[in-house]
């Protein structure tokens, strides 16, 4: 019996050492790093001009998506086919356990991708106008990449808003009896209420991972702030804007819930 209890306990006293010996190691290796890095670290992502790379990546990321877009589009009939010729389309069995046929797939996938266009053109033109007013105090005039890409920005702008138009019209052409009202300011709402019970269930489903999702990122986002701050340069503005949307993101779904034990 006590050879069964001793022999454990030996096994734990002999891993100390080795955990040991790997903390010492970690240490002196992450020590070192520190002492290596640079005493602030260079954004500016650039080639040539200043942050040329990082808006050619923008751009990158915005093609891909657009020509993405277009050929789940393109995959998509204009009218949803009848009953009967549904029938004779291959469906399969997703995890939810609703049957989706590939033009509803690829009709998915292109709202899904319109959506990601329209936020990385609005991410580009936010960052071209702050690069080209901060270039503005400069003594002379902004170049002719700042002033290139800012139009380049508003180009994409108008290209993924309308093609963000074709895909929704397209949506509600197959989906006439969920359409989409542009018109409307609670659009999104609208369209929830005409969902079935099962659909709300699967966006209920999601909007709750979605929610997990943004607590751990926010979570994550404040401790590399936090780390850049102490290796680099202190950055309150940052932590605080994380902070505020971390605290409304955490009230709203609290206020949510609580409205709901009250119907």
Same mark, same amino acid.
């Given at each position: 019996?006590?050879?069964?209890?001793?022999?454990?306990?030996?096994?734990?006293?002999?891993?100390? #050492?080795?955990?040991?010996?790997?903390?010492?190691?970690?240490?002196?290796?992450?020590?070192? /790093?520190?002492?290596?890095? #640079?005493? %602030?670290?260079?954004?500016? /992502?650039?080639?040539?001009? @200043?942050?040329?790379? /990082?808006?050619? &990546?923008?751009?990158?990321?915005?093609?891909?998506?657009?020509?993405? $877009?277009?050929?789940?589009?393109?995959?998509?009939? +204009?009218?949803?086919?009848?009953? @009967?010729?549904?029938?004779?389309? %291959?469906?399969?069995?997703?995890?939810?356990? +609703?049957?989706?046929? #590939?033009?509803?797939?690829? &009709?998915?996938?292109?709202?899904?991708?319109?959506?990601?266009?329209?936020?990385?053109?609005?991410?580009?033109?936010?960052?071209?106008?702050?690069?080209?007013?901060?270039?503005?105090?400069?003594?002379?005039?902004? %170049?002719?990449?700042?002033?290139?890409? &800012?139009?380049?920005?508003?180009?994409?702008?108008?290209?993924?808003?309308?093609?963000?138009?074709?895909?929704?019209?397209?949506?509600?052409?197959?989906?006439?009896?969920?359409?989409?009202?542009?018109?409307?300011? $609670?659009?999104?709402? @609208?369209?929830?209420?005409?969902?079935?019970?099962?659909?709300?269930?699967?966006?209920?489903?999601?909007?709750?991972?979605?929610?997990?999702?943004? $607590?751990?990122?926010?979570?994550?986002?404040?401790?590399?702030?936090?780390?850049?701050?102490?290796?680099?340069?202190?950055?309150?503005?940052?932590?605080?804007?994380?902070?505020? !949307?971390?605290? !409304?993101?955490?009230?709203?779904?609290?206020?949510?819930?609580?409205?709901?034990?009250?119907?």
């Amino acid at each position: 019996m006590n050879q069964t209890v001793n022999s454990p306990s030996k096994k734990k006293k002999m891993r100390l #050492p080795i955990y040991a010996a790997c903390g010492a190691v970690i240490g002196f290796m992450t020590s070192s /790093l520190f002492q290596k890095m #640079p005493s %602030d670290l260079n954004w500016t /992502l650039s080639i040539y001009y @200043d942050y040329d790379l /990082l808006f050619a &990546l923008i751009a990158l990321i915005l093609l891909i998506t657009t020509i993405w $877009n277009s050929i789940s589009l393109a995959l998509t009939p +204009s009218v949803r086919p009848e009953v @009967d010729e549904a029938d004779d389309l %291959d469906l399969d069995l997703d995890q939810n356990h +609703s049957l989706i046929t #590939p033009a509803e797939r690829s &009709l998915g996938h292109a709202m899904m991708l319109s959506s990601f266009g329209v936020i990385t053109a609005f991410a580009w033109i936010a960052l071209a106008m702050a690069l080209y007013e901060s270039s503005n105090h400069l003594s002379h005039s902004p %170049d002719y990449f700042i002033i290139g890409n &800012l139009v380049a920005a508003c180009i994409a702008i108008i290209l993924v808003v309308v093609l963000q138009y074709l895909t929704i019209k397209r949506y509600n052409r197959y989906f006439p009896d969920r359409a989409l009202d542009l018109d409307s300011l $609670n659009m999104k709402k @609208d369209h929830f209420e005409k969902l079935d019970e099962g659909e709300k269930w699967i966006v209920y489903r999601a909007a709750y991972r979605s929610f997990q999702m943004m $607590n751990l990122l926010l979570g994550i986002g404040m401790a590399s702030l936090v780390v850049y701050s102490v290796l680099y340069s202190f950055a309150a503005f940052p932590i605080v804007l994380l902070t505020v !949307i971390w605290l !409304i993101n955490i009230g709203v779904y609290f206020r949510e819930t609580y409205r709901a034990q009250k119907q």
